[in-house]
């Protein structure tokens, strides 16, 4: 296991990572008394402070040795996207060691969601996202997800009540500091954000979604399934190479006999590639029995690749087929269409226009 909120290339641990009984053991051996643990952990998790100077009952010298010992997150912004449509905001963070990363904050009438990054890239390789298309750079440290959402209420001012790991990364991936990142986020000492506020969203990584289901959290799995046999899932998504369909959904079931909760099934529509009347149909046969609900999102293209979203008519026919088949479907609503289309792309776009101003 990686030690507790270290990672990487860093070089001091990483204060904003730890929970309150870590840092209460961390402070006294300091010397200080455990209460002081818990006015820094009241600092970082819930005034949200963006250092130490900001820690005004707590004595200079400790600031300064805290200082001394480890790094402090504090993401910085970068830039910050507003859609004149629906509000929503996409956000730019630069980390301390200067890579930037994603962030989307949506406007719901049921509360505010925020999606976030839990990676620097991505190494799955799904060809039709943009995330993953300059592979990964590194995983991100569980401060550092929790500092995207700290952040954005701090500078919007509103309450986030939703949390969904969808943007760049694959959370399994980072298995270890996603759990941290849960504890931190849903902590009553912290944001305090109900378990049942919480999706994560994976491309199937069998043994994680397994491991995940017994830690009984009560937070949903959506899975990313995006093809309704082994075949065609390989070709839109490499990690099929890795992991059988079958024991995906075998996975997926036990996340739900552990959990109870139901699964949901991302299903992103590309153009003549799964969105036939066959491909509903063996969706619907694949499903039946599960209790789940499924989102179909209409692709979003991306430069780089030539998929194409259906017709919305067809977008429509594929719902209503699967509703005969009894299984629960929406169709995803697009946020944010005028700022900077698919995920991952106004990274993408950043960090382009940044290396051209360096030559
Ligand atoms: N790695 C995780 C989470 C990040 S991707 C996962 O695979 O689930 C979040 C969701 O957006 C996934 O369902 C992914 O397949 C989907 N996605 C990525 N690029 C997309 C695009 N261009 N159009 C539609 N959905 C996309």
């Known amino acids: 296991m990686e030690r507790a909120g270290r990672t990487e290339g860093a070089g001091m641990p990483d204060l904003k990572s730890l929970t309150l009984e870590e840092l209460t053991d961390a402070i006294t051996a300091l ?5 002081r643990a818990k006015q820094l952990y009241q600092w970082m998790h819930e005034k949200l402070a963006d250092g130490f100077d900001e820690m005004t009952n707590l004595p200079k010298e400790l600031r300064e040795r805290l200082g001394e010992a480890y790094d402090y997150t504090h993401l910085e912004l970068a830039d910050r996207k507003i859609s004149a449509i629906d509000g929503t905001e996409k956000y730019l963070f630069r980390l301390g060691d200067g890579n930037v990363i994603e962030s989307v904050l949506m406007r719901y009438h049921h509360g505010n969601s925020v999606c976030i990054s839990s990676q620097v890239g991505c190494r799955m390789g799904c060809r039709f996202c943009a995330s993953t298309i300059g592979g990964l750079t590194r995983n991100l440290r569980s401060s550092e997800m929790l500092d995207q959402i700290y952040q954005i209420q701090k500078i919007s001012g509103e309450r986030v009540s939703n949390v969904v790991v969808m943007g760049t990364g694959e959370p399994l991936d980072n298995y270890e500091n996603l759990l941290r990142f849960l504890g931190l986020l849903t902590d009553a000492h912290g944001l ?16 994680k979604i397994r491991a995940l289901a017994e830690e009984e959290l009560q937070i949903t799995l959506a899975l990313s399934l995006h093809a309704s046999n082994q075949e065609k899932r390989k070709r839109l998504m490499p990690v099929a190479y890795k992991y059988e369909l ?9 996340y739900f006999e552990r959990t109870g909760r139901r699964i949901t099934f991302e299903y992103s529509l590309v153009g003549g590639v799964n969105d036939t009347d066959q491909d509903a149909r063996e969706l619907s046969a694949l499903l039946s029995g599960l209790n789940c609900h499924v989102n179909l999102i209409p692709v979003n293209p991306i430069e780089e690749r030539d998929y194409v979203q259906p017709k919305l008519a067809i977008v429509q026919d594929f719902k209503n087929k ?6 629960n479907v929406t169709i995803r609503r697009e946020m944010g269409r005028d700022i900077a289309g698919a995920c991952g792309q106004l990274r993408k776009g950043f960090i382009e226009q940044e290396r051209k101003e360096q030559l």
Not at 31 to 35: A, L, M, V
Request: glycine share 6%; net charge neutral; proline share 3%.
């Open 31 to 35: 010397g200080e008394k455990p209460f």
């Open 246 to 254: 079958a024991d995906v959904l075998d996975a997926c079931r036990y």
């Open 192 to 207: 305090h954000i109900s378990q049942r506020n919480i999706t994560v969203s994976t491309c199937g990584i069998v043994e």
């Open 322 to 327: 699967l509703e005969k088949n009894r299984i």
